[in-house]
């Protein structure tokens, strides 16, 4: 993974509303798995490379 991945995948992650919504959350694991499916998305959209969710963990 490039710097600039990590970079943009942080910068993603800081934001406090990422997911658009704040407050208490019913399903957290569900709310992490979407929010890495818009890491996902916008890394491929912006570098072109396909990551998946497991290797972003990491």
Do not use: C, W
Request: net charge positive; hydrophobic share 35%; no cysteine.
């Amino acid at each position: 993974m490039s710097f600039e991945e990590i970079v943009e995948m942080v910068d993603i992650l800081k934001r406090a509303d990422y997911d658009g919504k704040y407050g208490p959350y019913l399903n957290p694991n569900l709310r992490k798995a979407k929010i890495m499916t818009k890491v996902v998305k916008r890394l491929h959209r912006k570098f072109g490379v396909r990551r998946s969710k497991d290797q972003l963990k990491k």
